[in-house]
């Protein structure tokens, strides 16, 4: 079965998902949460709603996937812990270390790839089967056929999103909102700046703001390929919109044919919130109108144009033939001339044919009271439909008592009744009441009275399991059996509690001696000195004294590349795999190539490029940037998984902790082109709407409210750097390994080499 598996940013919307048909919800915690502005869940609501959703045969994952700091394992810890206590279903990670933790302390745990992997390739995908994960998130920008081709890998599941928001970069790598906010998309913080409009070609448009993914017309297509998850986004957004959104695709998924009434289900979507929607490149590898340009946020339902203004009295109304039925109250939206966003207000009062109504039919002409200080609103102008009571009366639902669901302890009571006490035992608590105790008339209902008073356990998290009576035919008070019971409960309550937060510091103790960073005692040698490109001419300018300064060269190549690479030591040279490898055959072809004149060392900077490099004996595998290390026990799994080297992440709080602990394996890079987008979406061709054809490389400047940026095309994927490279010697101070980046933007040979120089 296809798996229909709906957001969850609350109690409320996760109750709303069930109730419309989701088979299973994904949800965050209140920290490590790619969605950390969602309210997100308590461990308390999450072991309810677990509780409540495993009830009703549905499954819940839990998202704990940002980038971690070493600082924050203790918390993350926790986090796993309660994600374990509440018995979720599987966790969504993107950080290596998490899923090294998870995997070797948490083995219950079933670990999911998050999105934020950016797995695009059939590579990624077997990497995370072989890593011990149980399903991947596949990138988004991916076609039908590579998709179907992904899922003819065997022992992993593949998740794809169908529905919601779209980032213009591939997710995991954009640097945008971390850099210049300070708010990292990689911790869940990010404030979108692809939604600002750019200066670009000396028109400002929002040439990044992507339209919203809506792939209803291929998720059979997508069920047919083998995909095991059908994912909605939304975890910001209301139970109102994961109820419609999660109703629609349910209805489509059961094989509705009715288009009155997709198309009925359909517009209350549009009217909850209604970006433009693209199939991204799905079925049309080609489609290039994925942006929305002039238009930022929610429209709604078209409802018509404006025809004119209406005076009443001192009041003004708008006039216009309503194409749906419009009720007083009702969200509207107009659109005004050279405004990016439109004019809202809701309907406080309606006429039609001069009388007022509290509702207009569909078709007819009404007129809507506009506020009292209201823009001009002229003559065509587009008006909408942005909240309506009908809408948000079709999607009713029982919210359940929690305290049904709420899980509880099962525990096993003995009760001994003697003429002068009561005593009850639990989970090693005895607790006694004394009295004087006379015969029962009947054994039978004294024993009755004894099992009802235990088996009330409301509130306390227990339930009674069994029960075990000795009682030679006593009677004992109902208030002093409920007096035991009392104090037996919450004493268990108590044990179990401490025994459970004893247990979890012993682990936490466990994971943070093994996992955290601690610092060696090396010698104090000259740093090691990498210089990457991915335009090997570079190195035309560079003389022997140059070269003897380079511990390594790192290129990366165009696919096909054959040309001779000026270097004197070739072995100095490591050859660098792209982020991104689309074109998979070809890529497969270059690297026999490489290999085939002896090459050994490489530079990966996805997990797809193991699978690349798998079974090639010897060989030297750096990780890049972009496989994520911001903590020791990412480093560890770094390790583990083969790599001789790895980058320290930009986003490191205390990236000297890391050199420090992996004096030989830790890479600093400190001069860079660090590229806060990286994507499949070419600007220029969205702009036009089609594919300009343009050939080779591409740089320009583009300018936003946050600065100055050269955007760079190349083989079709774009690049957005800041206007010049960055400098960061200091955030290096430590580290062996110090990289230098000559990538992206054009480089000629002598600007290259005096850069070398100055920095050197």
């Known amino acids: 079965m296809t798996e229909l598996l709906a957001p969850a940013g609350d109690l409320e919307a996760g109750y709303a998902a069930l109730a419309y048909g989701a088979d299973a919800v994904y949800l965050g915690l209140t920290r490590f949460s790619a969605r950390a502005e969602a309210t997100n869940f308590t461990p308390e609501a999450l072991k309810t709603f677990t509780a409540f959703a495993h009830a009703k045969g549905k499954r819940v994952l839990v998202a704990v996937n940002t980038v971690i700091f070493d600082e924050e394992l203790d918390g993350l810890i926790d986090t796993l812990c ?48 072989d890593m011990g994960f149980k399903r991947v998130v596949l990138a988004r920008e991916l076609t039908l056929d590579e998709i179907r081709d992904i899922c003819s890998v065997q022992g992993i599941e593949k998740e794809v999103f169908i529905h919601g928001a779209l980032c213009y970069s591939y997710s995991g790598l954009c640097q945008f909102s971390s850099v210049y906010t300070g708010r990292s998309a ?33 998720v059979l297509l997508l069920k047919q390929a083998g995909v095991t998850a059908l994912k909605i986004e939304g975890r910001k957004k209301s139970p109102l919109y994961v109820a419609a959104v999660t109703d629609y695709y349910r209805a489509i ?97 309606l006429r039609v044919n001069g009388k007022d109504v509290f509702s207009a039919p569909a078709k007819s002409t009404v007129d809507v009271l506009l506020p009292p200080h209201s823009p001009f609103i002229p003559e065509k102008a ?12 079709a999607y009713p639902y029982e919210k359940p008592r929690e305290a049904d669901f709420a899980p509880a302890v099962p525990v096993c009571v003995f009760v001994r009744v003697t003429p002068d006490s009561v005593t009850a035992i639990a989970e090693g608590c005895t607790e006694t009441a004394t009295g004087t105790f006379s015969p029962a008339k009947s054994l039978e209902t004294a024993n009755k009275s004894i099992r009802d008073s235990f088996g009330k356990t409301g509130g306390t998290g227990l339930c009674l399991d069994k029960i075990e009576i000795e009682n030679d035919g006593l009677f004992v008070p109902m208030a002093t059996l409920n007096e035991v019971r009392r104090a037996l409960y919450d004493a268990v309550a108590k044990r179990l509690a401490e025994r459970a937060a004893a247990e979890q510091t012993a682990l936490k103790e466990k994971i943070l001696s093994a996992e955290t960073a601690s610092p060696k005692a090396v010698a104090n040698e000259r740093p090691k000195i990498i210089v990457k490109t991915d335009q090997p001419a570079i190195f035309t300018a560079f003389e022997p004294e140059d070269w003897a300064k380079i511990d390594e060269a790192v290129i990366e190549l165009p696919v096909g590349y054959a040309a001779p690479i000026a270097c004197p030591d070739m072995r100095k040279i490591r050859f660098a795999l792209p982020t991104v490898i689309r074109a998979r055959d070809a890529w497969r072809k270059t690297m026999q190539t490489l290999i085939a004149q002896g090459a050994k060392k490489f530079e990966i900077g996805n997990v797809g490029g193991l699978t690349f490099l798998k079974g090639l004996h010897h060989a030297d595998i750096a990780f890049d940037r972009f496989i994520y290390v911001a903590n020791a026990a990412a480093a560890r799994e770094a390790l583990a998984l083969g790599a001789s080297r790895f980058t320290v992440s930009y986003e490191a709080p205390d990236p000297q902790a890391l050199f420090a602990a992996f004096p030989d394996k830790a890479n600093a890079v400190i001069y860079q082109d660090l590229p806060l987008f990286i994507s499949e979406t070419c600007p220029y061709a969205s702009a036009a709407g089609k594919c300009l054809k343009c050939g080779g490389c591409r740089q320009q400047t583009i300018t936003s409210r946050y600065g100055t940026f050269v955007s760079v095309m ?15 010697k200091k955030e290096a101070e430590g580290a062996q390994w110090r990289q230098i980046d000559f990538m992206y933007r054009n480089w000629t040979p002598q600007a290259a080499v005096d850069t070398f120089r100055k920095i050197v």
Do not use: W
């Open 82 to 129: 309660a994600v374990k206590d509440a018995k979720a279903d599987g966790v969504i990670v993107q950080d290596l270390g998490t899923a090294r933790i998870i995997r070797k302390y948490f083995p219950t745990l079933r670990l999911h790839g998050s999105t934020q992997m950016a797995v695009h390739n059939r590579e990624g995908v077997e990497a995370l089967r």
């Open 714 to 728: 190349k083989h079709c994927r774009h690049f957005l750097l800041n206007e010049k490279p960055h400098l960061r």
């Open 382 to 393: 587009a008006i909408y439909l942005s909240s309506a009571s009908a809408v948000k009366s």
């Open 186 to 218: 990689n911790r869940g913080k990010c404030v979108y700046p692809c939604r600002e409009s750019f200066c670009f070609e000396g028109v400002n448009k929002h040439v990044f703001s992507m339209k919203d993914l809506a792939q209803s017309e291929n």
């Open 253 to 349: 998924l059961n094989g509705a044919t009715d288009k009155a009434v997709l198309t009925q289900k359909l517009n209350n979507i549009r009217c909850i919130f209604s970006r433009p929607t693209t199939s991204l490149y799905l079925t049309n590898p080609e489609n290039r109108r994925v942006t929305d340009t002039e238009i930022v946020g929610h429209r709604g339902l078209p409802l018509g144009e404006a025809a004119k203004l209406t005076i009443l009295g001192k009041d003004r109304f708008v006039r216009f033939k309503t194409a749906f039925a419009l009720s007083r109250y009702d969200g509207v939206q107009i659109d005004l001339p050279n405004e990016e966003r439109p004019f809202g207000f809701s309907a406080e009062r």
